[in-house]
């Protein structure tokens, strides 16, 4: 069963850093594009960063960077995303997914097409 698992959400204050962490089972997604989004309550599903199968190109949604960053460990079948300076806007359940296209790098929703259950993270002013 291809899996991807989300960790590390929780509550932290503005200004505060969170870790999260989707480690993937049932396949290696070494050969894909790896992304994060979010959504909170009544928005629509964000953009927050994808990174390319070897790491060698990560993209960041305007509202995250200089803040966030993205990472991989391909030997552990893991990506991460290092969250700082969080502010309550950055409240949301955030998602790791899998781009569809071996070696592609989207941005888009569609372009991917394994995704995790997400992790809550909820930052108080």
């Known amino acids: 069963q291809v899996q991807l698992v989300e960790s590390g959400g929780g509550l932290v204050q503005a200004g505060g850093s969170l870790r999260l962490s989707c480690e993937g089972s049932?396949?290696?997604?070494?050969?894909?594009?790896m992304g994060w989004f979010r959504q909170a309550p009544g928005k629509e599903r964000e953009f927050v960063a994808a990174?390319?199968?070897?790491?060698?190109?990560?993209l960041y949604g305007d509202s995250v960077k200089e803040r966030f960053t993205c990472s991989r460990d391909n030997a552990k079948n893991t990506v991460f995303l290092q969250m700082k300076s969080l502010r309550p806007e950055d409240t949301a359940v955030y998602y790791c997914?899998?781009?569809?296209?071996?070696?592609?790098?989207?941005?888009?929703?569609?372009?991917?097409?394994?995704w995790g259950r997400g992790t809550q993270v909820t930052v108080t002013s």
């Open positions: 990174i390319s199968w070897n790491g060698g190109r990560i």
């Open positions: 997914a899998a781009d569809g296209a071996p070696y592609g790098l989207g941005y888009a929703t569609n372009d991917f097409d394994n």
């Open positions: 049932g396949r290696t997604f070494n050969h894909n594009a």
